[in-house]
């Protein structure tokens, strides 16, 4: 079974616009970790922000910022004041107790983002 | 946070025969990971390294295909043997520690075209 999903293949958004990218994910852990990479066409993997299960509040960093809903297991990554440089792939992953899982990670199918002038 | 990084870069290599790809973290790690991104698609993991002893194989991927070393706590190599096109992909080495639960870095990666 996916344990993380990610329902939106591609998006646009307008250059200085916010843009939500949905994510959810589906462990019957208590402890596990969401993270958000960012992969632009050269193929590197850039680390963005990391939610914890039990962190009591949404993570922020710089411009993203994490819509974090346990009840309903998801994980949405909100860039705020898009930029062109914005335009990449976007994977979320999730690593589950590492005592059950180990440290490896699952990562969604991605979604593609433009951002456009 | 661990800088990676990764040799060669990109390759184009003929069928049959075997690449082995670099991994070096600046810092001492836990963990280190890799993965596989094939054209279009999502990453994959390959196994992890394990230091001194023989790497954890996810399901789909054999040793006899994919050995793996890791001699210390920076270092590890990813050999693609007997290579054909279906393996041209992305390689991505991962690391990490164990303590650092909210943190796991990645390589540049290889990209890999088998003709």
């Known amino acids: 079974a996916q344990k993380i999903t990610q329902t939106q293949p591609g998006m646009f958004v307008q250059e200085k616009e916010a843009v939500t990218l949905d994510c959810t994910y589906d462990?019957?852990?208590?402890?596990?970790?969401l993270f958000w990479y960012k992969q632009p066409s050269s193929g590197e993997m850039i680390f963005l922000i990391y939610q914890g299960s039990y962190d009591q509040q949404n993570a922020t960093e710089g411009r993203y910022s994490l819509n974090f809903q346990k009840a309903r297991k998801s994980a949405n990554l909100v860039i705020s004041a898009s930029q062109l440089g914005d335009s990449a792939m976007y994977f979320c992953?999730?690593?589950?107790?590492?005592?059950?899982?180990?440290?490896?990670?699952?990562f969604g199918k991605g979604t593609s983002l433009l951002v456009t002038p | 946070s661990a800088v990676i990084s990764q040799k060669p870069s990109r390759d184009i290599c003929q069928r049959g025969t075997s690449l082995t790809i670099q991994c070096q973290v600046d810092?001492?790690?836990?963990?280190m990971f890799w993965y596989r991104q094939q054209p279009g698609q999502s990453l994959t993991l390959i196994a992890t390294?394990?230091?001194?002893?023989?790497?954890?194989?996810e399901s789909g991927f054999v040793i006899d295909k994919f050995p793996i070393s890791r001699p210390n706590l920076t270092f590890s190599t990813l050999t693609v043997s007997n290579m054909s096109p279906e393996d041209s992909s992305i390689y991505l080495c991962s690391a990490g520690v164990a303590e650092g639960l909210d943190e796991q870095f990645f390589g540049p990666g290889t990209r890999l075209t088998v003709l």
């Open positions: 390294a394990n230091q001194g002893s023989e790497a954890t194989y």
């Open positions: 810092s001492q790690v836990t963990m």
């Open positions: 992953a999730m690593r589950e107790d590492p005592s059950n899982s180990g440290y490896a990670l699952n």
């Open positions: 462990t019957s852990d208590p402890s596990y970790g």
